[in-house]
């Protein structure tokens, strides 16, 4: 299956074998930028210029299962994780929002910065996020290593 974003409220989404329109996808109010796929090919993201990104479920594509909502601007990136745990969406200057996709995207990390965002990408391992910045005299590539706690080390002091 192919999701189909531009400027239209709607997305489509299509067989890719044979390019017919399996179903449009209706609920944002504007234009979209960016659409992805869980790597589980069950649940894929849109982001859209009315600053929400919507979850869908292929098994009940009749509403989004989840909009999740940006703070200033449209959301023009998304990415999951290789390993489909994490989402990462980005708005066009100013903010990255990190989702916990295996609780639901309830839990939400915002990295808050200054600078218009040029792309975002995980790395193949999970391990690290990778924020573009563009600035004509000081373009940045961001780069922000998971954290990870292991509460068995407490046991050792």
Not at 34 to 52: E, H, I, L, R
Request: aromatic share 12%; with cysteine.
């Amino acid at each position: 299956m192919l999701v189909i974003v531009g400027d239209n409220p709607e997305g489509i989404l299509v067989d890719s074998r044979n390019g017919k329109t399996i179903t449009l996808l209706t609920g944002h109010l504007d234009y979209s930028f960016a659409s992805a796929w869980n790597p589980d090919s069950v649940t894929f993201a849109t982001g859209n210029q009315d600053k929400t990104c919507r979850i869908w479920d292929v098994r009940n594509l009749s509403k989004s299962v989840s909009v999740l909502r940006g703070n200033l601007g449209a959301i023009r990136s998304i990415r999951y994780s290789s390993d489909g745990c994490f989402m990462a969406m980005a708005e066009p200057a100013d903010f990255v929002h990190v989702f916990d996709v295996k609780n639901n995207y309830e839990e939400e990390q915002e990295v808050d910065f200054f600078g218009e965002i040029s792309g975002i990408s995980f790395s193949p391992d999970t391990e690290s996020l990778f924020i573009g910045v563009w600035d004509r005299t000081y373009g940045s590539l961001l780069v922000y290593s998971r954290r990870r706690k292991y509460s068995y080390l407490d046991c050792l002091i």
